[in-house]
């Protein structure tokens, strides 16, 4: 099995430093956050957007097609060069299919392959032997070492918070602690996290990585159906059941975690084997009333009806937005959540009387103004480094020739405008007054003749503000500044490989 890549040093990203784990290192990602392998959801948009911000991800493929299977590899092979996995659900899937899709994942080249539910040793041994790294989620200890005994270099444990099939009959916690006490492998999280809050917590209890399901699926990529995203961003993590209603297509008491709906509630009846009535249809194939399929784009029909799988983490999801950007957000937030005191930092104070209140609170408010000065010199380091480059982009798409190049290098000039009107709104919204200086950089950038050197220099210039954004992203707590920050750092990185792809090789 090929080294993944790694493209930064943690040094050059403190969340990175903050957060990366040893799994980190195994997958070939830079921060431990892991897209969950849903059937139907989890397709090559949603996969190469998850890893192209920095985690890991994983193609849902259930009893999917060989051909769709081949296609979907490619899909994000053409989007991303970084590593990924197929997650295959061997207890759901004919036994002939199930073997035909190893033996593509083989043939692929796959780096790693997800299992799920029962654990079948000739499974795993064949992927194994073939190089692949073996990642199983498992619900208890037990499964744990069965999955460990087959050959499965990471296991993942699963708490019943879970959205979708839930193997569990424990919280997240318990099960996290008892399987790692087994475990001879990393170990990885998955149940009802959503925010960086779930995701500190988890690798604070031991786990080298936080698994996202409801939290990507609730997101532009994600191939699951309008209707199902906005049932997650109006629900509550209470209103979440857990039932076995839900049953084609899968082994007898397989319970699942979904909102509740119609089917919840027992106005079809009970679920019977027996009985099969279409409530929808997917490019010909045939929907039924109590199945597990769960609504997709490629579908029409009862929705209402399907099961609309949800973590208890639902709660947190209240917007709709790029896969990136919620990654984004939730590394900014689990990194300052763990980010370690500074060793000159004086240890928190525990007040004996109301008597020493008044001196406290100002020393406090001393704080915060400081923190404050340093928040706006930062912003204005950002705002004279992006009026910088909004003139040199301009000034080089007027000298452009190629209209390709020409148009790539008009939106860069456009983002660096953007984000110049947006820091300065938020240094006036903080009382602080924006810098009206153009960075050096601007200078050194057009001192340089050659417009193809000038563009890699323009290049260096976003990699250096994206490396600064990182750093501020792990101190800002203001929400709307954050958002913001997120925004301009994901836009970016998008700016960067854009630009990369247009460079002559060096």
């Not at 997709?296 to 947190?316: H, I, K, P």
């Not at 709104?425 to 050197?453: C, N, V, W």
């Not at 490396?467 to 792990?474: A, D, I, P, Q, V």
């Not at 203001?478 to 460079?503: K, P, Q």
Request: glycine share 8%.
């Amino acid at each position: 099995m090929s080294t993944p890549r790694r493209d930064a040093q943690a040094g050059d990203d403190p969340a990175q430093a903050i957060l990366h784990t040893p799994l980190c290192e195994l997958l070939g990602c830079r921060y431990p956050l892991i897209l969950a392998g849903m059937g139907g959801v989890a397709r090559s948009a949603l996969v190469a957007a998850v890893t192209q911000a920095g985690g890991f991800g994983f193609l849902g493929m259930v009893r999917e097609p060989l051909a769709l299977i081949r296609d979907e590899v490619a899909r994000v092979r053409r989007r991303t060069g970084r590593p990924f996995g197929v997650n295959l659900i061997p207890a759901a899937t004919p036994p002939a299919l199930l073997a035909a899709q190893v033996e593509l994942c083989i043939e692929l080249g796959v780096p790693v392959v997800g299992l799920f539910w029962d654990v079948l040793p000739e499974v795993v041994g064949r992927l194994r032997d073939a190089g692949i790294l073996v990642v199983y989620q498992v619900g208890s200890a037990l499964e744990a070492r069965l999955a460990q005994r087959a050959g499965a270099g990471v296991l993942i444990a699963q708490g019943i918070e879970a959205g979708g099939h839930v193997r569990a009959r424990q919280p997240l916690a318990q099960v996290l602690a008892e399987v790692r006490v087994v475990a001879r492998v990393p170990v990885a999280a998955a149940g009802g996290i959503a925010d960086g809050a779930g995701v500190a917590r988890v690798l604070a209890q031991g786990a080298q990585a936080a698994v996202l399901g409801t939290a990507l699926l609730a997101t532009e990529e994600s191939c699951a159906h309008d209707y199902h995203k906005q049932r997650l961003l109006e629900a509550q993590g209470s209103d979440t059941v857990l039932t076995e209603a839900f049953r084609i297509n899968w082994p007898p008491h397989a319970p699942v975690r979904v909102l509740p709906n119609s089917v919840t509630r027992g106005e079809h009846g009970e679920p019977s084997a027996a009985r099969r009535t279409v409530i929808g249809e997917e490019q010909g194939r045939p929907i039924y009333l109590f199945s597990t399929d769960s609504p997709l784009q490629s579908m029409t029909g009862d929705f209402e009806a399907m099961a609309l799988y949800a973590g208890t983490g639902v709660g947190s999801i209240r917007t709709l937005e790029p896969a990136a950007h919620r990654i984004a957000r939730l590394v900014a937030e689990a990194a300052g959540r763990l980010r370690p005191r500074a060793p000159d930092a004086p240890e928190p104070i525990e007040f004996a009387s109301p008597v020493c209140y008044a001196a406290e609170f100002e020393r406090q408010q001393e704080a915060r103004d400081a923190h404050l000065r340093t928040l706006l010199a930062r912003l204005d380091e950002l705002l004279e480094a992006e009026r910088a480059g909004a003139r040199v982009a301009l000034r080089m798409a007027a000298q452009a020739q190629d209209a390709v190049l020409k148009r790539a290098i008009e939106l860069v000039h456009h983002d660096e405008a953007k984000w110049c009107a947006m820091l300065t709104r938020h240094i006036r919204r903080l009382q602080g007054t924006p810098s009206a200086r153009t960075g050096a950089f601007y200078d050194k950038a057009m001192a340089i003749g050659d417009l193809h050197e000038r563009l890699a220099f323009l290049n260096r210039g976003q990699g250096w503000v994206v490396r600064k954004l990182r750093e501020l992203l792990t101190v800002v707590e203001d929400a709307a500044l954050r958002d913001d920050l997120i925004g301009m750092l994901v836009a970016h990185e998008a700016n960067i490989d854009t630009v990369d792809a247009l460079l002559p090789p060096a």
